[in-house]
């Protein structure tokens, strides 16, 4: 008997499946991250993909199916298809390094979205013109579309830039929605922002993985994967990311003898960042006071500046769905050359105990808003923040919940069109985005 101490690791793929130069997935020259992830959801996935083989027979028996694979030499290529799930804090980089690229967490959001960074790494002092303009010291630095944070009365805020040339005189950002301060100065914090790309980059995203699951007297493959969904909800407060990848290609090497790594039969202690986990606390979910830009794109240098409205919210869950659809191809035992991101749903759910009578009647009217949820604490290398920046409700908000102790407004939101970001750059008018300080 064995006992079930395992542990998962992640490597980014140089190309979709890791295919050696025989076309069969191989982890040689990758470089695997054991994961700080929870333990029941890592177990030897996947199912094997096969035909059944409903034949002609003279009597009552069946037929072995026939595995969907490969062969190698004389014996068919073990194989298995499935999903990977991995259940993780969102503890934050800290301040010893500046970007998540080579972190877990940076290697699992990069599966499912694609990955912009600041042009600073550590907070600038800006001027605060209005709630809605900054001044800071390079407003290059600051890229369009991107997640900022700051500190404002004890409390974390969160905003996006939408215009990092304001007014055209080289000087100021414009963000949308607003912080709730005019006092001046500021430290913003600089976000690694990972977003849903839209226009001609509509399905793209940073890399593949591969996983590898590690225990005693067991290891297995996982190669070509691509995130599935992300669900973010709260324990305690604090913020757990539930993440789904589909796999192409699942295999086993529980003696080490397919792949022959060296890499002595156990599980691995994770690699911890020394950032902060993630509460949803000394934060704020705001919605914005007024209705984003949608049908159109904003022309010119000033992009969309909101007001806020603060949702006092119990708690929240949300979550991104990625539909994958498989590029086929035959030429290797994946029978795909990629997965394609080809929709992507966003739902956010908020649970009031203090209903907001701003938007009553905003299911009734079509109304969008831009919504942000922040988490605590924010600062260097600090700071989760999520925004949908056009976002509808999918449901009326004064069929309140009346099945509990205390009255409940459920609101839940989609995803809609934004164009109220001006300028250029790859994350602008994004439909989600997610900030994490660096």
Same mark, same amino acid.
């Given at each position: 008997?064995?006992?079930?101490?395992?542990?998962?690791? +992640?490597?980014?793929?140089?190309?979709?499946?890791?295919?050696?130069?025989?076309?069969?997935?191989?982890?040689?020259?990758?470089?695997?991250?054991?994961?700080?992830?929870?333990?029941?959801?890592?177990? +030897?996935?996947?199912?094997?993909?096969?035909?059944?083989?409903? +034949?002609?027979?003279?009597?009552?028996?069946?037929?072995?199916?026939?595995?969907?694979?490969?062969?190698?030499?004389?014996?068919?290529?073990?194989?298995?298809?499935?999903?990977?799930? +991995?259940?993780?804090?969102?503890?934050?980089?800290?301040?010893?390094?500046?970007?998540?690229?080579?972190?877990?967490?940076?290697?699992?959001?990069?599966?499912?979205?694609?990955?912009?960074?600041?042009?600073?790494?550590?907070?600038?002092?800006?001027?605060?013109?209005?709630?809605?303009?900054?001044?800071?010291?390079?407003?290059?630095?600051?890229?369009?579309?991107? *997640?900022?944070?700051?500190?404002?009365?004890?409390?974390?805020?969160?905003?996006?830039?939408?215009?990092?040339?304001?007014? #055209?005189?080289?000087?100021?950002?414009?963000?949308?929605?607003?912080?709730?301060?005019?006092?001046?100065?500021?430290?913003?914090?600089?976000?690694?922002?990972?977003?849903?790309?839209?226009?001609?980059?509509?399905?793209?995203?940073?890399?593949? *993985?591969?996983?590898?699951?590690?225990?005693?007297?067991?290891?297995?493959?996982?190669?070509?994967?691509?995130?599935?969904?992300?669900?973010?909800?709260?324990? #305690?407060?604090?913020?757990?990311?539930?993440?789904?990848?589909?796999?192409?290609?699942?295999?086993?090497?529980?003696?080490?003898?397919?792949?022959?790594? =060296?890499?002595?039969?156990?599980?691995?202690?994770? *690699?911890?960042?020394?950032?902060?986990?993630?509460?949803?606390?000394?934060?704020?979910?705001?919605?914005?006071?007024?209705?984003?830009?949608?049908?159109?794109?904003?022309?010119?240098?000033?992009?969309?500046?909101?007001?806020?409205?603060?949702?006092?919210?119990?708690?929240?869950?949300?979550?991104?769905?990625?539909?994958?659809?498989?590029?086929?191809?035959?030429?290797?035992?994946?029978?795909?050359?990629?997965?394609?991101?080809?929709?992507?749903?966003?739902?956010?759910?908020?649970?009031?105990?203090?209903?907001?009578?701003?938007?009553?009647?905003?299911?009734?009217?079509?109304?969008?808003?831009?919504?942000?949820?922040?988490?605590?604490?924010?600062?260097?290398?600090?700071?989760?923040?999520?925004?949908?920046?056009?976002?509808?409700?999918?449901?009326?908000?004064?069929?309140?919940?009346?099945?509990?102790?205390?009255?409940?407004?459920?609101?839940?939101?989609?995803?809609?069109?934004?164009? =109220?970001?001006?300028?250029?750059?790859?994350?602008?008018?994004?439909?989600?985005?997610?900030?994490?300080?660096?």
């Amino acid at each position: 008997m064995s006992v079930t101490h395992r542990s998962c690791s +992640i490597a980014a793929e140089g190309s979709f499946g890791s295919l050696d130069a025989n076309g069969i997935p191989s982890p040689s020259g990758l470089t695997y991250l054991s994961l700080p992830a929870e333990r029941d959801p890592v177990v +030897i996935p996947g199912a094997a993909p096969v035909n059944e083989r409903p +034949i002609l027979r003279d009597g009552p028996f069946g037929y072995q199916a026939e595995l969907d694979t490969v062969w190698s030499g004389s014996n068919r290529l073990q194989k298995r298809t499935g999903d990977v799930s +991995i259940k993780i804090d969102l503890t934050t980089l800290g301040s010893s390094a500046n970007t998540y690229d080579a972190t877990g967490l940076g290697l699992l959001l990069g599966a499912g979205f694609k990955r912009v960074t600041a042009g600073r790494t550590t907070g600038d002092s800006v001027a605060v013109t209005s709630v809605n303009v900054l001044v800071p010291t390079d407003e290059t630095e600051w890229p369009v579309g991107g *997640v900022v944070s700051s500190l404002i009365g004890g409390r974390a805020e969160y905003s996006a830039v939408t215009s990092n040339d304001r007014g #055209g005189l080289g000087t100021s950002l414009g963000i949308s929605p607003a912080i709730s301060s005019f006092a001046s100065p500021i430290t913003l914090q600089p976000m690694e922002t990972f977003y849903t790309p839209t226009g001609t980059a509509s399905g793209a995203v940073k890399h593949s *993985v591969t996983f590898r699951i590690d225990g005693v007297n067991f290891r297995s493959y996982a190669f070509g994967c691509k995130m599935s969904s992300m669900k973010i909800s709260l324990t #305690g407060g604090r913020a757990i990311a539930e993440f789904i990848y589909t796999s192409a290609f699942i295999i086993d090497d529980h003696d080490d003898s397919l792949y022959s790594t =060296g890499l002595t039969l156990g599980p691995i202690e994770p *690699v911890f960042l020394n950032g902060a986990a993630q509460h949803f606390r000394a934060s704020y979910a705001v919605l914005s006071a007024s209705a984003p830009t949608t049908t159109t794109d904003l022309v010119g240098n000033v992009g969309d500046e909101l007001g806020r409205v603060v949702a006092n919210t119990d708690t929240f869950d949300l979550t991104v769905t990625n539909t994958l659809t498989p590029v086929g191809v035959s030429d290797s035992v994946l029978g795909m050359s990629d997965m394609e991101v080809s929709d992507v749903a966003v739902v956010a759910n908020l649970s009031l105990s203090s209903p907001l009578s701003t938007v009553k009647n905003d299911f009734r009217d079509q109304v969008s808003r831009q919504l942000m949820i922040g988490t605590g604490p924010t600062g260097d290398g600090l700071g989760c923040g999520f925004l949908i920046p056009s976002a509808y409700l999918t449901a009326d908000p004064t069929a309140y919940d009346v099945s509990g102790d205390l009255v409940m407004q459920n609101l839940s939101y989609a995803q809609g069109r934004f164009g =109220g970001d001006v300028g250029s750059g790859v994350c602008k008018n994004s439909p989600f985005r997610m900030g994490l300080g660096i």
